[in-house]
């Protein structure tokens, strides 16, 4: 995925740089919701067609996916929640980590909420992939009947080689996301053209009253439709997580343009298809285009569906990132994949993860139309969680009144909370995989945030205050510990406290440097961070000085490139001479010290496979100390 900066949303000067943000987000950001069509109607049609389908209900259904599509997608993502950002970022930690600065008291209730979402996000990133190339690959059967016991085989080896690819990243053919996904969506709606005049009474569909009759006259089995007809809307989140890689304008003019007009049309076609033929419900997707063409359609959907599984793959690496600079996650070894884009990113343990659950999915599902029945809950879950967040944010960010924001957002909570509902239904058939999947990964990232707190505060407590030490330093004079050449940076988390390390090297070597820089890494609450307030240097005493060093939450946390910008800035110290000292904690679970002892064990777990600091912060690691210690936790 290309990563663009955000800047481009102000206005951009060049037309052709714009319009190339716009087709670059058809392939990143539009490709889940580009593929639902291959199997939203024919799962809506399933529940109401086993005694025949009459013209009103299929009717009925396209006008359900049509004003989902409008209010959900439209009204709620492209034109109201894009506007929504933490300095052109968007997506839930991003506002999360925004909307911890006015939370008020009630933080603990956001956190919980960005967790949830983030995490149910990360669930739908698994499924995604195996729900959209399943779908396409069973396109074959219409091919080849004889191909059918391969399609889960053909699905496997599209998969294994698709997350085998990510450690060499993909900026060599994602310049070809945007316009292969561009086809596919004119494709779609040629189809649907020339089918909507099978019967033009499916232009009715754009009268919502039926819509609301549909439910009204099926009852119960209405919301069961609703279960699948929110798989129209699915990969509506992906508008907000990747508004920071190409802008709000662009993303709109993408939707407006092309995407929606295609959508719409292709599922007007396939209405009309199944009102002229209803033998056609059975795949009304493929079965809109001739045979001879089908082979092409076929190849042309697999692209497409591979597109956007890796557009859900290098979202859910960005998310795990936000993550871990956010302090939800330990430290995870990120490898760059491009020396130019920052968005190319590859962590090995997060596509080992995504790749053995998906491998898992098709096998045990075996086939599009039963791994649908467990899709939707975790998207309609961060939808839900998305629209509470967005009323703290217009609440506190842009100052709208209680009144104002229950009346515009009351309405999209109530649908979304139906369609939860109608998804819930489907928790016995397989969406319990998706839930269970959501609460472990809250589970670990609650413990994570929590452990970390509970640790932070039991060192704060047995530290000694770093003014104090220098004090006691300073006063000792020439009868204190013996002066060593060079520098010494010690990294902690406490700049108010002596580092632990600084102090075993006291105790252990019996030695000071001549200089001795008491370094922390902040990570604010906000994308990015200027040249400008990239750090701060406060000057302790002859001998320690103060440093902290800030990076967004989308940034490399590289610090050796920010202590070189240090030295041109003024701070005195050699590379050469200078080592980085670590504090490495073994860590001890006791009963009743703080969180129960599952979770104990658990947050040891993580610490213990956490990625090596001086390699996360890029540090000189021919320069590095590393001095250990026993905590109990």
Known sequence: MQTVEHQADAGPKDTRAFLALALGSVGVVYGDIGTSPLYAFREALKPIGVDGITRVEVIGLISLMIWSLTIIVTLKYVLFLLRADNDGEGGTLSLLALLSKTANGHGPILMVLGLIGAALFLGDSMITPALSVLSAVEGLKLVAPDLADFIVPISLAILIGLFAVQSHGTGAVARFFGPITALWFIVMAAGGIYHIFDDVGIFAAFNPWYAASFMLRE????????????????????????????????????????????????????????????????????????????????????????????????????????????????????????????????????????????????????????????????????????????????????????????????????????????????????????????????????????????????????????????????????????????????????PTRAPAALMHNLKHNHVLHERNIILTIRTLGRPRVTEGERFAVEELSSRFSRVEIRFGFMETQNVSKTLATLRRGGLKFDIMSTSFYLGRRKLVAAAGMGMPHWQDRLYIAMAETAADPSDYFRLPANRVIELGSHVVI
């Open 219 to 494: 009852g119960f089995l209405g919301i069961v439709v609703l279960g699948a007809v929110f798989l129209t809307v699915t990969g509506a989140e992906a508008l907000y997580a990747d508004l920071g890689h190409f802008g709000r304008k662009p993303i709109q003019l993408a939707w407006f343009a092309l995407v929606f007009p295609a959508l719409v049309l292709n599922y007007l076609g396939q209405g009309a298809l199944v009102l002229h033929n209803p033998e056609a419900m059975s795949d009304p997707f493929f079965l809109m285009f001739p045979s001879w063409a089908l082979l092409p359609i076929v190849i042309l959907a697999t692209f497409a569906t591979i597109i956007a599984s890796q557009a859900v793959i290098t979202g859910a690496f960005s998310l795990v990132r936000q993550a871990i600079h956010l302090g939800f996650l330990p430290r995870m070894r990120i490898l760059f994949t491009s020396e130019t884009q920052t968005g190319q990113i590859y962590l090995p343990s997060v596509n080992t993860l995504l790749l053995v659950g998906v491998l898992v999915l098709v096998l045990v599902f075996g086939s599009s139309e039963a791994l649908a029945t467990a899709y939707g809950i975790s998207v309609t879950g961060a939808m839900v969680v998305t629209t509470i967040m967005a009323f703290e944010f217009v609440r506190k960010n842009w100052g709208w009144s209680l009144l104002t924001a229950l009346v515009v957002l009351m309405p999209l909570l109530a649908l979304e909370l139906v369609f939860l509902g109608a998804n819930l239904l489907k928790i016995q058939d397989g969406g319990y995989i998706p839930v269970l999947f959501a609460f472990a990964i809250t589970i670990v990232m609650w413990t994570w945030r929590r452990g970390t707190a509970i640790l932070f505060a039991k060192t704060r407590r047995d530290d000694i205050p770093l003014d104090a030490f220098i004090e006691m330093i300073e006063k000792k004079g020439e009868h204190g510990p013996a002066a060593v050449a060079g520098t010494a940076i010690f990294l902690t988390s406490d």
